[in-house]
């Protein structure tokens, strides 16, 4: 007697009285009745009220017996035999114990199949691989020496694989007589490479067994005494599978029993097989997740390679640094002078002549005013004397000391106040002093004396009662107009330059503080430390007559070079005699405005060498000239070409002025310096601008301003995280819990793209971040307070890690488990790495467009558009396989079909979509959608994770090279 039979004689029999069909008289079919028997259903077979629902490969009422022909008939029609004689025949194609296995196409194309394609008119095949796709069947042979001692014969075990329910179940047969049966459910599948075998796995953390009693490894008779029964069916788990491909052998472990068999059990000549449609085959991802794939392995070297190139850059200006700070240094103590000659300035797009050769001289240690109507061409002759990059054509001759000299040297002699004050709106007062203190004396000062010079310089210009107070703009409040002028006054005064240049320093000043900053700069110049030359409107009487020299300048054409004192003298005797009572700067200004006196003034013929002196640069008062009544001593400074006395006459100082003549270019001896566009190719090469700072001051106090600016003005900072959570929870609660059928599928699919378009749309913010630092950055840079490399790296740094990293971590964590998406940790740190990635490319690409296009208007218009094209081409909107030939390229450029096809292959590839319209019921692979339905390349995922990568490489040094190349000033 079977142990089956017996099991069935031994459970509940309920007995029924059915009609035979060829009409005899109805007989007694006793019925099992599985829901009050206690053995149930065998072989895990499903008790569906009193009958067993049985599992393919098994029949009879209680799922005892095995059923053979194959798994394509119909389970009501396949014959059955008791267990311990094994299966006559099988249909053809088919085979193992119990006819599950498939051996041919042939033979799963025998029978039509039970389930319908998703694509329709498909043909079935036997997959013959362990990677399963549907439901396979393995039936294997068992080496067990340990158990074979006991219990000699075959061992052999037949296993149901269930993909789609995750589930495992398995019988174990002695002799083709089965021994107990196995059901492993919630377990996880992976087909791993290793050295370059290619594994599929099962693993399972539950097992649950019964032994058939009595069976010989389950108490039989006859066997021997002792019986696994109560072993077997105290079995826990964990239970594994592994089986190599290309291999007729598997390995099976089971936790419990690891003491006798540590290694696992062999299982040998293995039959695998599975009638399978071969779209499902197709599109199931090749999940091979290889130990290292060669994209991965390729990024990791680079990663390697650089971060050997950034450990070599640091070591390198570490050491810069500690030579740079170990070098004694020298501050300036001298003024020096600058004379030049026919300066001219022409306009290219019109022509408009804006200078017309004017010339003049400020000698070391005087103030040189240069006056004139608006308009009048001030501002454009001192930013020549300044060395500053102009648009138009510039000629004639600066000396610097009566020396030759590059224009880089001008720059770096030269400390220039802009007309315009362009500030760090969230810096006080005194750290913005600092700042340019930092990076603009030598490294080596000790921080203290630092420290001194600021406050010292701040005093000075009577900046004491504001030092701590932020400088502001216009949304945000700070100091006053006259307070910020002075501000940029200080910025230049903490060098004290040989040469301080400044361009309307008084405007804005009311008369008090115009006075107080002009005295202050007249000290400075009588302290023989610094030169001034400054252009100004209309300065008071007294203020007018604290400068030493003044130039009038009117229409582009010097109308007065020389001494202040003799400008009223001067125009006195062209009959241009200064009102009684009236401030002698004003009647200036009138003369050079009003086109009567003008005539009167130019038209002057008494003195033919007054008007040759003015068109060369002579004094234009015949007999030397009182240069400085601050000077306390006697100077005489010979210089070739230029020579410049002082002398003492009862108290008062004179001094006389000899340059060359206009036009003396080249000539012998000269002393004329060439400025750009007259020639003097020698003069005209790059010269390398040198900083008194090494790089890692330089990035270190860059570094330190944008984080004063990012935790002041925290506007930005707070909007992108509280925008990022709040969109998190959004988009969390819209795709809350998405179940993985076809309306969860379109919302999976959606939740990843729509996170996307938020963090790629949110990157445009970049562009009004950067507009702001940029103007602050020319002018810093035109100034030689920093080179481009810091600055780019600061400002990277401090745009990508919190306003673009941070967020999108944010974004990505709360609505990654509140979605419902993949629980696997590897999956979750995928998706967050391509969020960052995708939201550092978008970002640098805003960044790029803000550094290339002046204007804020285009540029943010160009980011919008250029980011909607690439949402359109991003894999969601239109499928990649159907974009007209002549586009296709465009998707290629898109950064959202990279991150889009990334995140999705990540998330939904590994899962089925299991769902059933109209009572059509599919179990399709994620991945089958993602190929059909998006066009999407299933195994590209580190390809797309290198293109972010190459994105986000391609725009930083795009970034770089754009802010080196084209942020200079030019005026
Ligand atoms: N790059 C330029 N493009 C167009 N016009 C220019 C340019 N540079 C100078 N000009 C013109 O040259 C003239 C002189 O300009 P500049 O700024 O030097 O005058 P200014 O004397 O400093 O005037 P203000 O006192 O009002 O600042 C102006 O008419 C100005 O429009």
């Not at 004491?464 to 703009?473: D, K």
């Amino acid at each position: 007697q079977s142990p089956t039979s017996r099991a069935v004689a031994t459970a509940t029999v309920t007995t029924t009285v059915t009609a035979s069909p060829t009409g005899t008289p109805p007989t007694c079919i006793p019925q099992y009745d599985c829901s009050s028997s206690p053995k149930g259903c065998l072989n895990n077979g499903v008790c569906e009220g009193k009958t067993c629902k049985c599992k393919p490969g098994f029949g009879g009422t209680d799922c005892g017996l095995l059923s053979c022909g194959s798994p394509l008939t119909d389970p009501s029609q396949r014959p059955t035999v008791a267990s311990g004689t094994g299966c006559a025949a099988c249909d053809d194609g088919f085979g193992g114990l119990n006819c599950n296995v498939c051996k041919t196409d042939a033979g799963c194309q025998s029978k039509p199949p039970s389930r319908t394609s998703f694509l329709g008119a498909e043909n079935m095949v036997c997959n013959k691989k362990p990677e399963v796709y549907f439901n396979a069947f393995m039936s294997c042979a068992v080496r067990t020496p340990e158990l074979e001692g006991f219990f000699p014969g075959n061992y052999s075990l037949t296993v149901d694989l269930d993909p789609v329910n995750k589930t495992m179940s398995a019988q174990l047969w002695l002799n083709k007589a089965e021994q107990f049966f196995c059901k492993m459910p919630e377990c996880t599948l992976a087909t791993t490479e290793t050295d370059g075998v290619i594994k599929t796995k099962w693993d399972c953390p539950v097992l649950q067994c019964t032994c058939l009693e009595p069976t010989l490894l389950c108490g039989g008779i006859p066997g021997p005494v002792i019986s696994l029964g109560p072993t077997i069916n105290g079995l826990k788990g964990p239970f594994s599978l592994t089986c190599p491909h290309g291999s007729t052998d598997c390995d099976f472990f089971i936790g419990d029993l690891a003491g006798f068999f540590p290694t696992g059990l062999k299982m040998t000549e293995c039959d695998v097989g599975e009638c399978v449609f071969p779209s499902e085959i197709q599109s199931s991802v090749t999940s091979v997740q290889k130990s290292m794939p060669p994209g991965v392995i390729a990024c990791l070297a680079i990663l390697g390679a650089l971060v050997l190139i950034l450990i070599v850059i640091c070591s390198v200006a570490k050491r810069n640094q500690l030579v740079l700070s170990r070098t004694p240094y020298t501050l300036n103590t001298e003024a020096a002078s600058l004379e030049f000659r026919n300066v001219g300035y022409t306009l290219n797009k019109d022509g408009l002549e804006v200078l017309k050769g004017i010339s003049g001289a400020a000698p070391a240690g005087v103030v040189l005013a240069v006056m004139g109507p608006s308009g009048a061409g001030k501002s454009t002759l001192v930013d020549i004397l300044a060395g500053k990059r102009k648009d138009g054509k510039v000629t004639g001759h600066i000396l610097l000391n009566g020396k030759q000299v590059h224009e880089s040297e001008i720059r770096r002699a030269v400390g220039f106040v802009d007309q315009e004050d362009t500030l760090p709106p969230t810096q006080t007062v005194y750290e913005a002093v600092l700042f340019s203190a930092m990076l603009r004396l030598p490294e080596a000062m000790p921080i203290f004396r630092v420290h001194e010079r600021v406050a010292e310089v701040i005093e000075m210009l009577g900046l004491t009662h504001c030092s701590h107070r932020r400088i502001g703009n216009v949304t945000a409040r700070g100091i006053s107009g006259g307070e910020k002028r002075r501000v940029s006054i200080a910025l230049e005064l903490i060098t004290r330059p040989p040469i301080l240049i400044l361009d309307e320093p008084t405007s804005g000043l009311d008369s008090y503080s115009a006075h107080m900053v002009v005295e202050q700069l007249c000290k400075l110049a009588a302290s023989k430390t610094t030169t001034v030359i400054m252009t100004i409107h209309q300065p008071r009487s007294d203020i007018f007559y604290m400068f030493d020299q003044t130039l009038v300048v009117s229409k582009g054409e010097a109308l007065y070079f020389g001494p202040t004192d003799t400008a009223a003298e001067y125009f006195n005797r062209r009959g241009l005699e200064c009102p009684k009572n009236y401030n002698i700067a004003d009647y200036l200004l009138d003369i050079a405005m009003d086109q009567e006196l003008l005539a009167r003034a130019k038209g002057f013929t008494g003195a033919d060498d007054e008007k040759t002196a003015l068109s060369t640069g002579h004094q234009t008062h015949a007999q030397g000239n009182i240069i400085s009544r601050r000077a306390t001593s006697n100077s005489t400074h010979h210089g070739n070409p230029s020579e410049i006395t002082h002398t003492s006459d009862n108290g008062q100082y004179e001094t006389t002025v000899r340059m060359e003549e206009s036009g003396s270019s080249g000539s012998s001896g000269s002393s004329t310096v060439s400025l750009p566009g007259v020639g003097a190719a020698d003069a005209q090469k790059k010269q390398k601008t040198v900083y008194p700072t090494s790089f890692l001051t330089q990035l270190r106090v860059i570094m330190k301003r944008n984080w004063q600016t990012l935790i002041r003005d925290k506007s930005l900072l707070v909007l992108h995280l509280a925008v990022s959570i709040v969109l998190g929870l959004f988009i969390g609660g819209l795709y809350f819990a998405v179940p993985m059928d076809l309306a969860g599928f379109q919302n999976r699919a959606g939740s990843l793209f729509f996170m996307l378009a938020l963090l790629g749309f949110s990157s445009i913010s970049a562009l009004g971040a950067f507009t702001e630092t940029r103007t602050l950055f020319i002018k810093e840079r035109s100034n030689g307070y920093y080179p481009p490399l810091p600055f780019v790296i600061s400002t990277l740094l401090f745009d990508l890690i919190p306003l673009r990293i941070i967020p999108s971590l944010f974004m990505g964590c709360i609505a990654y488990f509140m979605i419902g998406l993949s629980p696997v940790v590897e999956t979750f740190f995928k998706f967050l790495l391509i969020l960052v990635l995708f939201n550092v490319a978008t970002a640098m690409f805003c960044l790029v467009i803000a550094a290339a296009v002046r204007t804020t208007g285009v540029a943010s218009l160009a980011c919008s558009i250029v980011m909607l094209f690439m949402m359109l081409f991003g894999g969601f909107m239109i499928n990649s396989g159907k974009i007209p030939d002549a586009l296709t390229w465009i998707q290629y450029l898109s950064m959202f079909k990279y991150g889009f096809e990334a995140l999705a292959v990540n998330e939904v590839a590994t899962s089925k979509l299991i769902d059933n319209i109209q009572g059509v019921a599919f179990n399709v692979p994620g991945s089958l959608i993602l190929q059909k339905l998006f066009g999407f390349d299933l195994g590209g995922f580190w390809k797309n994770m290198i293109v972010l990568i190459g994105f986000n490489v391609l725009f930083i040094a795009a970034f770089w090279a754009i802010v080196t190349l084209r942020l200079k000033e030019r005026k």
